[in-house]
């Protein structure tokens, strides 16, 4: 069997929530040696409540392990370091100050592994005058600037309907931690990858900030249309909606074309790009006064066959049951100890040699004690007594 591509890294993760196991299930999909570790003992949170919440984890925690340490103990923060001298890369999403109070900030690490690569993910960064703030996930969309350009006009700010912020810090963790462990290979040296939630959801507004940045103009809500574009949004049939987006003027003409209604190409309300953002409402009224003649599935037929762009509207069910998603893998199964065969949100990201086929269930609180402590040098007699004291 091939080793998976990330099979020679050993991660410990100290995260919880979402934006840093988001960044760890990177590393665990690709086939690191993660180890969770947890602390002692029935936690609240130790078997999540609800169907839900209970998904959600064995999806976010998957192909890892898991063992208990009590960071506070004095002789659990011993072990710990013993297992950092073997380890390549920690990642953590404590609030700024805990790690300096554990005793297990970057000066500390890289004390016992100079090539230890400690990678945080906090709410608004390492330091500054936020550093101490509780970060979640909406408070960053925010701040960060999605809500006010999310939702129709007129209508108050919206929250996207995912984390978005807590997702990409992740992801930018991930590619953070993935730059320092290849600049390790020259170097030799580890070193420290900060990112924050809203670090993360700054970046993504993308062109909406550059609006400001370059123009000073401050983006508001559009809606279903895109900001800058039309004919680009939602249009409904005679069955549904269907998502358009006709950019430029060529597209447009194609567009009024397949409609049957080329006539629109030379209204002189809709000749330009600026007048056809100009007179959005009047054109995405005409549009919908065709698409609303006939079905969806008759309108993408119709659409895709002259390449303009378009698509259907689909619930989470009519997502993965879609063909070319399921083509894709984005439904990954896995063998649960209790519930039998599950699925899992599978990776975007397709290599043509380093392939997962098996993914593993997230573990419960402390299952691979002894096997991993065994795997660090760590004896059973001496196990048997950090547990007893409290350590592990």
Known sequence: MTKLALSHLTILDLTRVRSGPAAIRQFADWGANVIKIEEPGDMPDDKPGGSAQFADYQNTHRNKRSVTLNLKNPKGRELFLEMVKQADVVVENYRPNVKFKLGIDYESLRQVNPRIILASVSGFGQDGPY???????????????????????????????IPVADLTSGLFCAIGTMVAL???????????????????????????????????????????DHPTSSPTGVFQTSDGYINIAAMGTEMYVRLVTVLGVP??????????????????????????????QNTTKHWIDLLNKEGVPCGSIKNVQETMEDPQVQHLGMAKLLQHP???????????????????????????????????????????????ALHQEGAI
């Open 131 to 161: 550093k101490d703030r509780p970060g979640l996930d909406q408070i960053a969309q925010g701040l960060g600037g999605i809500m006010s350009v999310t939702g129709e006009p007129g209508r108050g700010p919206m929250r996207a309907g």
């Open 182 to 224: 290849l600049e390790r290979e020259v170097s030799g040296q580890g070193q420290w990858v900060q990112t924050s939630l809203l670090q993360a959801q700054v970046w993504m507004m993308d062109f909406q900030i550059m609006r400001w940045l370059m123009n000073k103009e401050i983006p508001g809500q559009s809606g279903n």
């Open 263 to 292: 006539e629109m190409a030379n209204d002189p309300r809709y000749q330009t790009l600026q007048l056809r953002a100009k007179n959005r409402p009047e054109l995405n009224a005409d549009i919908a006064a065709v698409t609303q």
């Open 338 to 384: 209790k519930l039998g065969e599950i699925s899992v949100v599978g990776q975007p990201v397709i290599l043509s040699r380093s392939k997962r086929e098996v993914f593993t269930a997230a573990p419960d609180r402390g299952e691979h004690n002894a096997e991993v402590y065994a795997e660090f040098g760590i004896s059973a007699e001496r196990i048997a």
